[in-house]
C-alpha cells in the first residue's frame, strides 16, 4: 500500500473562517511534508516534520499552522487565509531517508474567497 | 540556496520522435528524482537517481544521473500521446524536503 490519503479534495473559505486539511498514510513513513502548488509552478515545501517533530518550517506566515498528532497523520489548520494563498495543498511522505521518494497525496485544492 | 534549473520548460512533439529534457541542480547531492504530474493531478514518482552513473528505465522513459556535471536527463524514446505531462526534477529528499525544478510541460501531438 503506497498511498497517502488527503481530506477534504476541495475546500472553499472566506477569509475570517478557521479550516483545516488532513493527511494519512500507512506505510510507516516517518517523515511527513506540507507542499504548496500554485497553478502552473512546481511545488514549494512549507514544513517537514520527522519522527512526529516539526523539523522545518520553510518561513511559511502564521495563519498555517501544521500539527502531526502521530505518525500516521499530519494536519494543517489554516486561519484567516489571503486569497493570494489560493493553490493545491500536497501532502508527502517519506521513510525518512534521501535513498526514499516522497509518495504525495491526491492534494487539496482550496479556494479563498 | 538550492536551485534546480529544467530545460526546455515547453516542449511539443510529434508521436514517434526522441528527445531529452535535462535538469541542472546546484548542490553537492548525490542523488535526483524525477516526477510526472498530468493536469489537475498530484505527482506520481517515475524515478530515483541515487549515485553518480545511475540509469533507469521504465518502458519509454529513461533517466540518468552525473553527479559530476550536476546534471540529470530524462529521455523519451518513441513519444506517444499518454506521455503528454508536466515532468518535474527534483533536488534534496529525506528529512529535507524536495526543492523542485520548473517543470516541463510536454505536448506530444499524433
Known amino acids: 500500500d503506497t498511498e497517502v490519503t488527503q481530506t477534504p479534495k476541495h475546500l472553499v473559505m472566506g477569509m475570517t473562517n478557521k479550516k483545516s486539511l488532513k493527511c494519512e498514510q500507512h506505510?510507516?513513513?516517518?517523515?511527513m511534508y506540507w507542499y504548496k502548488q500554485k497553478a502552473k509552478k512546481p511545488p514549494e515545501l512549507m514544513f517537514v516534520?520527522?519522527?512526529?517533530?516539526?523539523?522545518i518550517n520553510e518561513s511559511v506566515p502564521s495563519r498555517f499552522s501544521p500539527e502531526c498528532p502521530n505518525s500516521s497523520l499530519l494536519n494543517l489548520h489554516l486561519h484567516a487565509l489571503q486569497p493570494e494563498d489560493s493553490a493545491l495543498y500536497l501532502c508527502?511522505?517519506?521513510?525518512?531517508?534521501?535513498?526514499?521518494?516522497?509518495?504525495f497525496g491526491p492534494g487539496t485544492r482550496l479556494t479563498v474567497t | 540556496e538550492l536551485k534546480v534549473e529544467q530545460n526546455p520548460l515547453f516542449l511539443s512533439m510529434q508521436e514517434g520522435k526522441n528527445y531529452t529534457i535535462y535538469c541542472n541542480y546546484s548542490?553537492?547531492?548525490?542523488?535526483l528524482y524525477w516526477y510526472r504530474q498530468d493536469p489537475g493531478k498530484s505527482l506520481e514518482s517515475l524515478f530515483v537517481?541515487?549515485?553518480?552513473?545511475a540509469v533507469k528505465q521504465e518502458g519509454r522513459l529513461m533517466a540518468s544521473l552525473d553527479t559530476k556535471a550536476r546534471l540529470s536527463t530524462l529521455h523519451i524514446t518513441a513519444a506517444v500521446h499518454d506521455l503528454s505531462a508536466t515532468y518535474f526534477c527534483?533536488?534534496?529528499?529525506?528529512?529535507?524536503?524536495?526543492?523542485f525544478g520548473k517543470g516541463t510541460h510536454l505536448i506530444i501531438q499524433p
Open positions: 537517481l541515487l549515485s553518480n552513473g
Open positions: 527534483a533536488d534534496g529528499g529525506g528529512a529535507d524536503g524536495l526543492t
Open positions: 508527502a511522505s517519506s521513510q525518512g531517508d534521501s535513498n526514499y521518494e516522497q509518495y
Open positions: 516534520y520527522s519522527y512526529e517533530k516539526l523539523s
Open positions: 506505510m510507516g513513513h516517518r517523515a
Open positions: 548542490t553537492t547531492s548525490d542523488r
